[in-house]
Protein backbone atom coordinates (compact mmCIF):
# COMPACT_ATOMS: atom_id res chain seq x y z
CA UNK A 1 0.00 0.00 0.00
CA UNK A 2 2.99 2.31 1.29
CA UNK A 3 4.36 1.37 -2.17
CA UNK A 4 1.58 1.61 -4.28
CA UNK A 5 1.41 5.53 -3.32
CA UNK A 6 5.13 6.14 -3.89
CA UNK A 7 5.32 4.55 -7.11
CA UNK A 8 1.96 7.29 -8.13
CA UNK A 9 3.97 10.15 -6.32
CA UNK A 10 6.55 8.99 -9.04
CA UNK A 11 4.63 8.76 -11.93
CA UNK A 12 2.70 12.19 -10.74
CA UNK A 13 6.10 13.86 -10.51
CA UNK A 14 7.22 12.62 -14.01
CA UNK A 15 3.75 13.51 -15.87
CA UNK A 16 4.27 16.75 -13.97
CA UNK A 17 7.46 17.38 -15.43
CA UNK A 18 6.81 16.24 -18.94
CA UNK A 19 3.81 18.25 -19.34
CA UNK A 20 5.39 21.50 -17.96
CA UNK A 21 8.33 20.60 -20.43
CA UNK A 22 6.38 19.82 -23.55
CA UNK A 23 2.92 20.95 -22.91
CA UNK A 24 1.66 17.83 -24.66
CA UNK A 25 2.35 18.63 -27.99
CA UNK A 26 3.84 16.89 -30.79
CA UNK A 27 6.77 19.35 -30.91
CA UNK A 28 7.42 18.41 -27.70
CA UNK A 29 8.10 14.83 -28.57
CA UNK A 30 10.79 16.80 -31.23
CA UNK A 31 12.06 18.78 -28.55
CA UNK A 32 12.60 15.78 -26.23
CA UNK A 33 15.08 14.14 -28.77
CA UNK A 34 16.30 17.44 -30.69
CA UNK A 35 19.20 18.06 -28.05
CA UNK A 36 20.62 14.47 -28.32
CA UNK A 37 20.16 14.87 -32.54
CA UNK A 38 22.19 17.73 -32.57
CA UNK A 39 24.70 16.85 -30.51
CA UNK A 40 25.34 13.48 -32.64
CA UNK A 41 25.18 15.53 -35.75
CA UNK A 42 28.25 17.85 -34.53
CA UNK A 43 30.09 14.57 -33.29
CA UNK A 44 29.52 12.76 -36.70
CA UNK A 45 31.20 16.38 -38.38
CA UNK A 46 34.11 16.33 -36.21
CA UNK A 47 34.84 12.60 -35.82
CA UNK A 48 33.87 11.20 -39.05
CA UNK A 49 33.87 14.01 -41.68
CA UNK A 50 37.42 15.92 -40.12
CA UNK A 51 39.27 13.26 -38.16
CA UNK A 52 38.33 10.44 -40.48
CA UNK A 53 37.43 7.91 -37.84
CA UNK A 54 37.38 4.46 -39.52
CA UNK A 55 34.40 2.83 -38.20
CA UNK A 56 31.29 1.20 -39.89
CA UNK A 57 27.94 2.74 -40.15
CA UNK A 58 29.40 5.54 -37.52
CA UNK A 59 26.21 7.19 -37.49
CA UNK A 60 24.17 4.57 -35.74
CA UNK A 61 27.26 3.56 -33.24
CA UNK A 62 27.39 7.42 -32.12
CA UNK A 63 23.81 7.18 -31.66
CA UNK A 64 23.24 4.11 -29.85
CA UNK A 65 26.22 5.53 -26.96
CA UNK A 66 24.77 9.20 -27.20
CA UNK A 67 21.23 8.54 -26.31
CA UNK A 68 21.40 6.57 -23.38
CA UNK A 69 24.69 8.89 -22.27
CA UNK A 70 22.02 11.68 -22.32
CA UNK A 71 20.24 9.87 -19.86
CA UNK A 72 22.73 9.49 -17.43
CA UNK A 73 24.36 13.06 -17.82
CA UNK A 74 20.47 14.50 -17.59
CA UNK A 75 19.65 12.11 -14.54
CA UNK A 76 22.73 13.29 -12.57
CA UNK A 77 22.92 17.13 -13.31
CA UNK A 78 19.45 17.42 -12.30
CA UNK A 79 19.11 14.65 -9.07
CA UNK A 80 22.28 16.23 -7.46
CA UNK A 81 20.33 19.35 -6.99
CA UNK A 82 17.34 17.77 -6.31
CA UNK A 83 16.94 18.07 -2.71
CA UNK A 84 18.17 21.95 -2.75
CA UNK A 85 16.01 22.69 -5.31
CA UNK A 86 13.14 20.66 -3.30
CA UNK A 87 14.13 22.13 0.15
CA UNK A 88 10.71 23.91 0.76
CA UNK A 89 8.96 20.92 0.01
CA UNK A 90 10.95 19.14 2.10
CA UNK A 91 10.60 21.43 5.14
CA UNK A 92 6.41 21.80 4.77
CA UNK A 93 5.48 18.41 3.36
CA UNK A 94 5.39 14.60 4.20
CA UNK A 95 7.48 13.70 0.86
CA UNK A 96 10.28 11.20 1.10
CA UNK A 97 13.49 13.71 -0.45
CA UNK A 98 14.54 10.04 -2.00
CA UNK A 99 11.48 9.82 -4.27
CA UNK A 100 12.61 13.41 -5.88
CA UNK A 101 15.84 11.31 -7.19
CA UNK A 102 13.08 8.37 -8.70
CA UNK A 103 11.33 11.02 -10.47
CA UNK A 104 14.52 12.66 -11.90
CA UNK A 105 16.11 9.20 -12.77
CA UNK A 106 12.63 8.35 -14.17
CA UNK A 107 12.00 12.01 -15.77
CA UNK A 108 14.94 11.61 -18.23
CA UNK A 109 14.31 7.86 -18.62
CA UNK A 110 10.89 9.36 -20.56
CA UNK A 111 12.90 10.62 -22.64
CA UNK A 112 15.43 7.95 -23.12
CA UNK A 113 12.22 6.07 -24.58
CA UNK A 114 11.28 8.36 -26.60
CA UNK A 115 14.54 8.25 -28.51
CA UNK A 116 14.17 4.59 -29.24
CA UNK A 117 12.74 5.02 -32.49
CA UNK A 118 14.60 7.12 -33.72
CA UNK A 119 17.35 5.11 -33.09
CA UNK A 120 15.77 1.51 -34.70
CA UNK A 121 14.92 3.72 -37.84
CA UNK A 122 18.41 4.84 -38.11
CA UNK A 123 19.92 1.04 -37.38
CA UNK A 124 17.20 -0.01 -40.40
CA UNK A 125 18.58 2.74 -42.11
CA UNK A 126 22.16 1.90 -43.09
CA UNK A 127 21.01 -1.63 -43.42
CA UNK A 128 21.97 -3.70 -40.20
CA UNK A 129 19.83 -6.30 -38.93
CA UNK A 130 16.91 -5.80 -36.41
CA UNK A 131 16.61 -8.45 -33.57
CA UNK A 132 13.64 -9.94 -31.95
CA UNK A 133 15.41 -10.39 -28.54
CA UNK A 134 15.26 -6.46 -28.10
CA UNK A 135 11.86 -7.04 -27.07
CA UNK A 136 13.10 -8.95 -23.62
CA UNK A 137 17.05 -7.04 -23.84
CA UNK A 138 15.87 -3.71 -24.19
CA UNK A 139 13.67 -3.80 -21.02
CA UNK A 140 16.02 -5.20 -19.10
CA UNK A 141 19.07 -3.17 -19.83
CA UNK A 142 17.29 -0.22 -19.01
CA UNK A 143 15.78 -1.50 -15.81
CA UNK A 144 19.51 -1.92 -15.51
CA UNK A 145 20.72 1.84 -15.83
CA UNK A 146 17.91 2.98 -13.97
CA UNK A 147 19.29 0.86 -11.22
CA UNK A 148 22.70 1.81 -12.07
CA UNK A 149 21.69 5.78 -11.39
CA UNK A 150 19.62 5.85 -8.92
CA UNK A 151 21.97 5.35 -6.28
CA UNK A 152 24.49 7.66 -7.76
CA UNK A 153 22.00 10.24 -7.50
CA UNK A 154 20.78 9.64 -4.22
CA UNK A 155 24.87 9.72 -3.02
CA UNK A 156 25.44 13.07 -5.36
CA UNK A 157 22.40 14.76 -3.89
CA UNK A 158 23.26 13.59 -0.43
CA UNK A 159 26.85 15.50 -0.72
CA UNK A 160 25.54 18.34 -1.93
CA UNK A 161 23.21 18.72 1.01
CA UNK A 162 26.91 19.36 3.34
CA UNK A 163 28.74 20.05 0.03
CA UNK A 164 26.88 22.70 -1.84
CA UNK A 165 28.85 23.17 -4.51
CA UNK A 166 28.91 19.03 -5.59
CA UNK A 167 26.29 19.96 -8.05
CA UNK A 168 28.24 22.80 -10.37
CA UNK A 169 31.18 19.61 -10.36
CA UNK A 170 28.97 17.00 -11.36
CA UNK A 171 28.44 19.11 -14.49
CA UNK A 172 31.92 19.41 -15.08
CA UNK A 173 32.42 15.60 -14.67
CA UNK A 174 29.74 14.29 -16.88
CA UNK A 175 31.57 16.70 -19.91
CA UNK A 176 34.87 14.88 -19.16
CA UNK A 177 33.38 11.77 -18.64
CA UNK A 178 31.34 11.66 -21.89
CA UNK A 179 34.88 11.93 -23.33
CA UNK A 180 36.43 8.85 -21.13
CA UNK A 181 33.74 6.39 -22.31
CA UNK A 182 33.50 5.33 -26.17
CA UNK A 183 30.71 6.84 -27.28
CA UNK A 184 32.10 9.29 -30.10
CA UNK A 185 35.06 6.60 -30.67
CA UNK A 186 35.16 3.01 -30.10
CA UNK A 187 37.45 1.18 -27.56
CA UNK A 188 40.02 -0.28 -29.30
CA UNK A 189 41.59 3.02 -30.28
CA UNK A 190 42.46 3.56 -26.89
CA UNK A 191 46.23 3.05 -25.86
CA UNK A 192 47.03 0.15 -23.99
CA UNK A 193 48.76 2.26 -21.28
CA UNK A 194 45.33 4.15 -20.69
CA UNK A 195 42.94 0.86 -20.62
CA UNK A 196 43.27 0.84 -17.03
CA UNK A 197 41.12 4.02 -16.89
CA UNK A 198 38.61 2.07 -18.69
CA UNK A 199 38.40 -0.78 -16.42
CA UNK A 200 36.96 1.12 -13.82
CA UNK A 201 34.69 3.13 -15.23
CA UNK A 202 31.08 2.03 -14.68
CA UNK A 203 29.63 3.65 -17.77
CA UNK A 204 32.17 2.06 -20.27
CA UNK A 205 30.08 -1.07 -19.29
CA UNK A 206 27.11 0.13 -19.62
CA UNK A 207 27.96 1.78 -23.09
CA UNK A 208 29.26 -1.45 -24.13
CA UNK A 209 26.63 -3.55 -23.44
CA UNK A 210 23.90 -0.72 -25.64
CA UNK A 211 26.23 -1.09 -28.15
CA UNK A 212 26.30 -5.42 -28.08
CA UNK A 213 22.68 -5.16 -27.68
CA UNK A 214 22.06 -2.86 -30.63
CA UNK A 215 24.48 -4.17 -33.26
CA UNK A 216 24.55 -7.56 -32.33
CA UNK A 217 21.56 -8.62 -30.40
CA UNK A 218 22.94 -10.02 -27.05
CA UNK A 219 23.85 -8.77 -23.62
CA UNK A 220 27.60 -8.77 -22.45
CA UNK A 221 27.21 -10.76 -19.41
CA UNK A 222 30.48 -9.75 -17.27
CA UNK A 223 29.23 -6.21 -18.25
CA UNK A 224 26.19 -6.70 -17.01
CA UNK A 225 27.53 -8.61 -13.62
CA UNK A 226 29.88 -6.00 -13.02
CA UNK A 227 27.26 -3.03 -13.23
CA UNK A 228 24.97 -5.21 -10.47
CA UNK A 229 27.94 -5.69 -8.48
CA UNK A 230 29.04 -1.96 -9.01
CA UNK A 231 25.00 -0.69 -8.09
CA UNK A 232 24.81 -3.18 -5.40
CA UNK A 233 27.68 -1.35 -3.60
CA UNK A 234 26.48 2.47 -4.67
CA UNK A 235 23.50 1.26 -3.48
CA UNK A 236 24.87 0.47 0.14
CA UNK A 237 26.62 3.94 0.25
CA UNK A 238 23.80 5.86 -0.62
CA UNK A 239 21.70 4.64 1.71
CA UNK A 240 24.30 5.62 4.65
CA UNK A 241 24.58 9.11 3.01
CA UNK A 242 21.46 9.85 2.80
CA UNK A 243 20.23 8.20 6.16
CA UNK A 244 23.09 10.74 7.54
CA UNK A 245 22.41 14.10 6.02
CA UNK A 246 19.00 14.29 4.82
CA UNK A 247 17.96 15.43 8.40
CA UNK A 248 20.82 17.88 7.98
CA UNK A 249 19.13 19.15 5.15
CA UNK A 250 16.68 21.78 6.63
CA UNK A 251 19.86 23.09 8.39
CA UNK A 252 22.17 23.56 5.56
CA UNK A 253 20.24 23.89 2.52
CA UNK B 1 0.89 9.31 27.09
CA UNK B 2 -2.01 11.91 27.00
CA UNK B 3 0.80 14.34 26.03
CA UNK B 4 0.52 14.22 22.32
CA UNK B 5 3.90 16.89 22.07
CA UNK B 6 6.63 16.44 24.39
CA UNK B 7 10.00 18.60 24.49
CA UNK B 8 12.58 18.10 27.38
CA UNK B 9 14.90 20.33 27.21
CA UNK B 10 15.55 20.40 23.60
CA UNK B 11 18.54 22.75 22.54
CA UNK B 12 18.94 23.32 18.94
CA UNK B 13 21.51 25.15 16.51
CA UNK B 14 22.37 26.09 13.17
CA UNK B 15 25.95 26.17 11.75
CA UNK B 16 26.81 29.85 10.76
CA UNK B 17 27.89 29.42 7.44
CA UNK B 18 26.80 26.62 4.76
CA UNK B 19 29.92 24.75 3.84
CA UNK B 20 31.31 24.83 0.15
CA UNK B 21 34.53 22.76 -1.28
CA UNK B 22 36.17 25.54 -0.32
CA UNK B 23 35.25 26.33 2.91
CA UNK B 24 35.51 22.55 4.00
CA UNK B 25 39.23 22.49 2.43
CA UNK B 26 40.39 25.71 4.45
CA UNK B 27 38.50 24.19 7.32
CA UNK B 28 41.13 21.24 7.15
CA UNK B 29 44.13 23.56 6.61
CA UNK B 30 42.95 25.79 9.42
CA UNK B 31 43.56 24.07 12.43
CA UNK B 32 41.64 26.22 14.81
CA UNK B 33 38.72 25.83 12.85
CA UNK B 34 37.04 29.04 13.88
CA UNK B 35 34.32 30.58 11.74
CA UNK B 36 33.47 27.73 9.83
CA UNK B 37 32.53 25.29 12.43
CA UNK B 38 30.90 28.04 15.07
CA UNK B 39 27.07 27.73 15.38
CA UNK B 40 24.74 29.98 16.86
CA UNK B 41 22.08 29.21 18.71
CA UNK B 42 18.31 29.47 17.82
CA UNK B 43 16.50 27.49 20.86
CA UNK B 44 18.05 26.96 24.67
CA UNK B 45 16.18 24.57 27.09
CA UNK B 46 12.87 23.90 25.81
CA UNK B 47 10.84 22.04 27.93
CA UNK B 48 7.03 21.97 27.22
CA UNK B 49 4.34 19.83 26.40
CA UNK B 50 0.88 19.91 24.41
CA UNK B 51 -1.98 17.50 25.54
CA UNK B 52 -4.71 15.87 23.24
CA UNK B 53 -6.93 18.03 22.87
CA UNK B 54 -5.34 21.38 22.95
CA UNK B 55 -4.67 24.14 21.23
CA UNK B 56 -1.22 25.36 21.77
CA UNK B 57 -0.15 29.16 20.36
CA UNK B 58 3.53 29.97 20.07
CA UNK B 59 3.92 33.49 20.69
CA UNK B 60 7.25 35.55 19.97
CA UNK B 61 9.19 38.24 17.93
CA UNK B 62 10.95 37.48 14.39
CA UNK B 63 13.73 35.48 14.63
CA UNK B 64 12.51 34.19 18.49
CA UNK B 65 12.97 30.62 17.42
CA UNK B 66 9.21 29.74 16.17
CA UNK B 67 9.39 28.37 12.72
CA UNK B 68 12.54 25.95 14.00
CA UNK B 69 9.94 24.72 16.81
CA UNK B 70 7.43 23.92 14.44
CA UNK B 71 9.97 21.79 11.97
CA UNK B 72 11.41 20.09 15.51
CA UNK B 73 7.96 19.32 16.03
CA UNK B 74 6.97 18.48 12.36
CA UNK B 75 10.43 16.31 12.67
CA UNK B 76 12.40 18.19 9.30
CA UNK B 77 14.67 19.19 12.12
CA UNK B 78 16.68 17.36 14.63
CA UNK B 79 17.43 18.38 18.22
CA UNK B 80 21.11 18.54 18.83
CA UNK B 81 20.44 17.75 22.78
CA UNK B 82 17.02 16.91 24.61
CA UNK B 83 14.07 15.07 23.50
CA UNK B 84 11.23 15.28 21.65
CA UNK B 85 7.94 12.80 21.63
CA UNK B 86 5.42 13.28 19.16
CA UNK B 87 2.82 10.76 19.55
CA UNK B 88 0.41 11.20 16.85
CA UNK B 89 0.25 11.91 12.83
CA UNK B 90 1.18 15.32 11.85
CA UNK B 91 -0.97 17.39 9.43
CA UNK B 92 1.26 20.20 8.03
CA UNK B 93 -0.06 23.62 7.32
CA UNK B 94 3.19 25.11 7.33
CA UNK B 95 3.04 27.06 3.26
CA UNK B 96 0.01 27.37 1.07
CA UNK B 97 1.35 26.55 -2.28
CA UNK B 98 5.00 24.59 -2.01
CA UNK B 99 4.48 21.83 -3.67
CA UNK B 100 2.47 23.35 -6.31
CA UNK B 101 3.38 23.87 -10.17
CA UNK B 102 1.95 26.96 -12.14
CA UNK B 103 2.01 24.96 -15.07
CA UNK B 104 -0.35 22.66 -13.67
CA UNK B 105 -3.90 23.21 -13.38
CA UNK B 106 -5.87 23.14 -10.34
CA UNK B 107 -7.26 19.86 -10.69
CA UNK B 108 -3.75 18.22 -11.23
CA UNK B 109 -2.24 19.84 -8.60
CA UNK B 110 -4.98 18.53 -5.76
CA UNK B 111 -4.01 14.95 -7.45
CA UNK B 112 0.06 16.10 -6.96
CA UNK B 113 0.13 17.71 -3.63
CA UNK B 114 -1.99 14.63 -2.09
CA UNK B 115 0.27 12.16 -3.26
CA UNK B 116 3.28 14.52 -1.52
CA UNK B 117 1.56 14.07 1.45
CA UNK B 118 0.78 10.22 1.37
CA UNK B 119 -2.46 10.09 0.04
CA UNK B 120 -3.20 7.53 -2.74
CA UNK B 121 -5.03 8.54 -5.88
CA UNK B 122 -8.08 6.66 -5.73
CA UNK B 123 -8.63 7.92 -2.13
CA UNK B 124 -8.02 11.68 -3.66
CA UNK B 125 -11.04 10.68 -6.38
CA UNK B 126 -13.37 10.44 -3.46
CA UNK B 127 -12.31 13.65 -2.08
CA UNK B 128 -12.10 15.70 -4.81
CA UNK B 129 -15.82 16.80 -4.58
CA UNK B 130 -15.66 17.55 -1.15
CA UNK B 131 -12.20 19.67 -1.96
CA UNK B 132 -13.64 21.55 -4.73
CA UNK B 133 -16.58 22.65 -2.55
CA UNK B 134 -14.33 23.76 0.26
CA UNK B 135 -12.28 25.94 -2.36
CA UNK B 136 -15.31 27.60 -4.01
CA UNK B 137 -13.36 27.63 -7.25
CA UNK B 138 -15.74 26.95 -10.22
CA UNK B 139 -15.18 24.04 -11.97
CA UNK B 140 -13.22 26.07 -15.07
CA UNK B 141 -11.16 27.52 -12.90
CA UNK B 142 -10.23 24.41 -11.30
CA UNK B 143 -9.01 22.82 -14.35
CA UNK B 144 -6.89 25.89 -15.44
CA UNK B 145 -3.46 26.22 -15.14
CA UNK B 146 -2.83 27.96 -11.37
CA UNK B 147 -0.41 30.34 -12.60
CA UNK B 148 -3.43 32.07 -13.70
CA UNK B 149 -5.02 31.84 -9.80
CA UNK B 150 -4.60 34.97 -7.39
CA UNK B 151 -2.93 34.27 -4.69
CA UNK B 152 -5.62 34.25 -2.97
CA UNK B 153 -7.13 31.33 -4.45
CA UNK B 154 -3.91 29.62 -4.46
CA UNK B 155 -4.30 29.97 -0.58
CA UNK B 156 -7.79 28.70 -0.58
CA UNK B 157 -6.42 25.45 -2.88
CA UNK B 158 -3.79 24.86 -0.22
CA UNK B 159 -6.11 25.17 2.58
CA UNK B 160 -8.45 23.26 1.21
CA UNK B 161 -7.03 20.10 0.31
CA UNK B 162 -5.34 20.26 3.59
CA UNK B 163 -9.22 19.60 4.97
CA UNK B 164 -9.70 16.26 3.10
CA UNK B 165 -6.70 15.25 4.72
CA UNK B 166 -6.57 12.57 8.08
CA UNK B 167 -3.84 13.93 11.60
CA UNK B 168 -4.27 14.18 14.73
CA UNK B 169 -1.93 17.34 15.15
CA UNK B 170 -2.69 20.36 13.22
CA UNK B 171 0.75 22.28 12.99
CA UNK B 172 0.39 25.65 11.34
CA UNK B 173 2.46 28.49 10.65
CA UNK B 174 1.95 32.22 9.79
CA UNK B 175 -0.91 30.68 7.28
CA UNK B 176 -3.87 32.06 8.94
CA UNK B 177 -3.87 35.54 7.03
CA UNK B 178 -4.77 34.12 3.71
CA UNK B 179 -7.92 34.51 1.70
CA UNK B 180 -10.92 37.31 1.77
CA UNK B 181 -12.37 37.66 5.21
CA UNK B 182 -14.84 34.99 4.24
CA UNK B 183 -12.59 32.78 4.14
CA UNK B 184 -11.11 33.22 6.34
CA UNK B 185 -14.02 32.51 8.65
CA UNK B 186 -14.13 29.59 7.00
CA UNK B 187 -11.01 28.22 7.82
CA UNK B 188 -11.81 29.29 11.41
CA UNK B 189 -14.68 26.85 11.32
CA UNK B 190 -12.52 24.45 10.23
CA UNK B 191 -10.09 24.77 13.11
CA UNK B 192 -12.83 24.89 15.18
CA UNK B 193 -14.47 22.26 14.57
CA UNK B 194 -10.98 20.10 14.08
CA UNK B 195 -10.63 21.00 18.09
CA UNK B 196 -14.19 20.11 19.16
CA UNK B 197 -13.64 16.64 17.23
CA UNK B 198 -10.61 16.41 19.96
CA UNK B 199 -7.96 17.42 17.34
CA UNK B 200 -4.92 18.87 18.75
CA UNK B 201 -3.94 22.57 17.20
CA UNK B 202 0.08 24.01 17.09
CA UNK B 203 0.01 27.46 15.85
CA UNK B 204 2.89 30.48 15.50
CA UNK B 205 1.45 33.10 14.71
CA UNK B 206 1.89 36.93 14.82
CA UNK B 207 -1.72 37.71 14.26
CA UNK B 208 -2.96 38.07 18.58
CA UNK B 209 -6.31 37.75 17.66
CA UNK B 210 -6.55 34.53 15.75
CA UNK B 211 -4.23 33.48 18.57
CA UNK B 212 -6.48 34.16 21.46
CA UNK B 213 -9.26 32.80 19.55
CA UNK B 214 -7.64 29.27 18.70
CA UNK B 215 -5.93 28.63 21.10
CA UNK B 216 -6.37 27.50 24.73
CA UNK B 217 -2.78 27.24 25.95
CA UNK B 218 0.50 28.72 24.73
CA UNK B 219 3.87 29.53 25.20
CA UNK B 220 6.03 33.11 24.84
CA UNK B 221 9.60 32.68 22.72
CA UNK B 222 11.97 35.12 23.41
CA UNK B 223 15.92 34.84 21.87
CA UNK B 224 15.47 30.80 21.58
CA UNK B 225 13.73 30.27 25.44
CA UNK B 226 10.71 30.01 26.86
CA UNK B 227 9.85 32.98 28.64
CA UNK B 228 6.21 32.22 29.55
CA UNK B 229 4.08 29.10 29.38
CA UNK B 230 0.39 28.35 30.45
CA UNK B 231 -3.05 29.13 29.59
CA UNK B 232 -3.58 31.51 26.96
CA UNK B 233 -5.13 34.68 28.51
CA UNK B 234 -2.05 34.79 31.16
CA UNK B 235 0.31 34.19 28.00
CA UNK B 236 -0.75 37.24 25.88
CA UNK B 237 -0.98 39.00 28.87
CA UNK B 238 2.41 38.51 29.67
CA UNK B 239 3.27 38.61 25.63
CA UNK B 240 1.61 42.45 25.54
CA UNK B 241 3.26 43.82 28.81
CA UNK B 242 6.97 43.17 27.80
CA UNK B 243 7.41 43.44 23.60
Known amino acids: ?253 | MSNLIQFNSVHKSYPNISMGIKEALISIYNREKKNYHETHPTLENITFSVEKGQSFGLVGHNGAGKSTLISLIFGTLKPDQGDIAINGSILPLLSLGSGFHPELTGKENIFLFNSIQGVSISETKEKYDSICAFSELGADVINKPIRSYSSGMVARLGFSIVTALQGDIILIDEILGVGDHNFQKKCRRFLEEFKQNNGTLVIASHDDNSIKDLCDHGLVLKNGQVEYTGNITDVMKFYEHNR
Open chain 1, 1 to 253: MKNLAHFELIYLLVSRDLKVRYKNSFFGYIWAIANPLAFAVIYYFAFKVILRIELENYSSYLLIGLFPWMWVSNSLIVTSAAFRENISLIRTTKIKPYLLVFSGVMNEMVHFLFAIPVLILVILYSDQSLYLSWLWQLPVVIALQAILLIPLGIILSSFNIVLRDIEYLVGITMTMLFFLTPIVYPINLVPDSYQAIYHVNPFVYLIDIWHKVFLNGYIPMLSMIYLLIFSFMTSIISYGLYSKNIHKAANYL
